[in-house]
């Protein structure tokens, strides 16, 4: 399946440095804009974000191990975003954003990722496998349900995507699985810094209430693991705190607080994205229903072609050469992951969905000491829950055009949160 024909000129470099990385343009098709960015500036200065943008597969993921480009957004954000009379209004949020690990470098980074590393065993995901089967074979079926009752069409996003990793969430720590809603109500106020809401106003008051909250939530849950430990990681994590000092409270508060994020919003547009793309393809549906074989590739080509998100932020610590270029220190730098998933340079065909691509060294998961932790549970469930729901579902189609749809309006994130599918026409169903 391909996408929109790209462009084969690329615009001058002043121009792309003036576009909005979330204008209505860019967040529902991003890719001519990547592969202009490939052409002709794969190190280019973005004048409206005031941040250098890298694209090039080869210079992303030099950027990604790179020791000059730091991944602390917090102090940064703080010395230059929030007035001073703010700072202690809001010390709490952001004594705790300070403590996760996202943010740390070695040696305090390496510490933590161990602890947390311990809790992603493979027996450990391999475990949680049937219970992603099973969540999904509940949704799939009473989607399928309200279906064949007469509805006109079902929401992916809402009744698939959404619920499934909040219940896995739930399980993994070890709390009510009908507390999955209040995690995802949490993971989503709490998104807004995480995810880098650019312009919403109330960002810091909504996302100082949701930790404020979860945090409560939390410590419920501490108390209880600290009397009558449990095999999840929550019951982990408060072991190695009370271990001395491998892990301090608020780095056991930020540790869940980022866990959940991240396994929530990560999970559901990678979810709602991959069914999207099927959806454009009915024989890349059936191939995947059918055939067994074909399911991990066809994991990794949708986290490839169509990921929950497309760029990483890092700031240069230093005065720095790169990729032609001379970055100051304190610079801005938006590593665009969507832009070196698609670079001809490194992929075959790179803006066609195959969901048999063998060669797929994607960038999605980052790289270097950042690399996402959570990738092996990631595609656990992606694997698990799409094979079950297109196992369970007949075939279905798009039931707005796909213009129609409204992308999410942040930068670290892609995706949609209204994904609505009816069964499709025999002449669709049709390979």
């Not at 000092?245 to 780095?251: F, N």
Request: glycine share 6%.
């Amino acid at each position: 399946m391909s996408v929109e024909t790209l462009k084969t000129g690329a615009r001058p470099a002043a121009e792309l440095a003036q576009l909005d990385l979330l204008s209505d343009e860019l967040r529902a098709d991003p890719y001519p804009f990547f592969a202009e960015l490939l052409q002709s500036a794969p190190v280019l200065w973005s004048e409206r974000h005031r941040a250098w943008l890298i694209s090039r597969h080869e210079d992303v993921t030099a950027a990604l191990k790179h020791e000059a480009f730091s991944s602390d957004r917090i102090a940064p954000y703080l010395e230059s975003r929030v007035p001073i009379e703010d700072r202690e209004r809001f010390k709490r949020m952001f004594d705790l954003l300070g403590s996760m690990l996202l943010f740390k470098a070695a040696p305090i980074h390496t510490r933590l990722r161990g602890l947390v590393q311990k809790s992603f065993t493979p027996w450990r995901v391999k475990a949680l496998e049937s219970d992603v089967e099973r969540i999904a074979t509940e949704l799939s079926e009473a989607m399928l349900k309200r279906l064949k009752d007469g509805v006109e069409h079902v929401d992916l996003f809402s009744e698939f995507c959404a619920p499934l990793p909040g219940q896995v969430i739930a399980r993994m720590f070890g709390v009510p699985v009908e507390d999955g809603a209040l995690l995802k109500s949490w993971a989503h106020n709490l998104g807004m810094f995480m995810n880098a809401a650019l312009d919403n106003p109330d960002r810091n008051e909504r996302v100082a209430e949701a930790m404020t909250d979860l945090e409560t939530y939390l410590r419920g849950h501490i108390d209880a693991y600290r009397q009558n430990p449990a095999d999840n990681i929550l019951s982990g994590l408060v072991q190695a705190a009370d271990e001395g000092d491998k892990l301090d409270y608020d780095e056991l508060i930020a540790t869940c607080m980022l866990l959940i994020d991240a396994g929530y919003k990560t999970v559901q547009y990678s979810l709602v994205n991959g069914l999207l793309t099927l959806l454009q393809s009915p024989s890349d549906w059936h191939r995947f229903a059918s055939d067994p074989a074909v399911a991990q590739s066809a994991v990794e080509e949708c986290i490839r072609f169509a990921p929950a998100g497309n760029y990483i932020i890092r700031r240069a610590d230093r005065d720095i050469e790169f990729g032609g270029q001379n970055i100051q220190a304190g610079s801005r730098i938006f590593i665009v992951t969507g832009a070196a998933n698609r670079d001809p340079g490194r992929f075959e065909e790179p803006n066609r969905f195959m969901i048999d691509r063998q060669r797929n060294a994607h960038v999605t998961f980052g790289g270097g000491m950042h690399f996402c932790m959570g990738a092996p549970l990631a595609r656990m469930e992606m694997k698990a829950a799409l094979t079950t729901f297109l196992r369970i579902m007949p075939r279905l189609e798009l039931a707005v055009p796909l213009g129609s749809l409204e992308w999410q309006r942040v930068l670290l994130l892609r995706g949609l949160d209204y994904l609505p599918a009816r069964l499709a026409s025999p002449d669709a169903t049709a390979h």
